[in-house]
């Protein structure tokens, strides 16, 4: 199980593969990645900021609850931090597990959780202005299945 929390970029290919080598006996792997977007239109660059300690602490939480709740063999979680270009990946999630309802269901548990309480401030940044991200009812429901 590996939790990174960065600010370099992570090559997708190479860390699926990676990922993918490393889970022996495993009969699914389930891999996400998310990248910044522009949803309203002028993004330039989003800002991510987070607390170190903090941060790597209740992401690792969260893959120990994933872990016991679909029995998974391995656990990948990446999460980037400083600031990020349109399209370039925020964070990836890669989970392996012996069936594949097992690995899916994981993997989205862990989105829905990255998504609304693992502790990252993002900002995004317009040729004009910059703000803060708001938490989003969206999220606390997809949040709210688990």
């Known amino acids: 199980m590996s939790v990174r929390i960065q600010a370099e970029p992570f090559d997708l290919g190479a860390e699926a593969n990676a990922f993918a080598a490393a889970q ?6 389930v891999t996400f990645t998310g990248l910044v977007r522009d949803i309203a239109g002028g993004l330039q660059a ?3 900021e987070h607390y170190p300690g ?3 602490k209740a992401i690792s939480a969260m ?3 994933a872990v016991l709740r679909w029995h998974l ?6 999460h980037r931090h400083g600031r990020l270009a349109m399209s370039e990946p ?3 999630v ?3 597990a012996s069936h594949r309802a097992e690995a899916f269901a994981a993997a989205e548990f862990l989105m829905d959780y990255l998504k609304s309480r693992a502790p990252f401030w993002k900002k995004e940044i317009t040729a004009t202005s910059s703000g803060w991200v708001a938490s989003k009812d969206t999220d606390e429901q997809a949040l709210s299945r688990w």
């Open 94 to 96: 890669a989970t392996a």
């Open 90 to 92: 925020i964070m990836m």
């Open 73 to 78: 063999t391995g656990v990948l979680v990446i």
């Open 54 to 56: 903090m941060t790597q």
């Open 24 to 29: 022996a006996g495993a009969g699914a792997i």
């Open 46 to 48: 989003m800002e991510i």
């Open 63 to 65: 893959v120990d609850q």
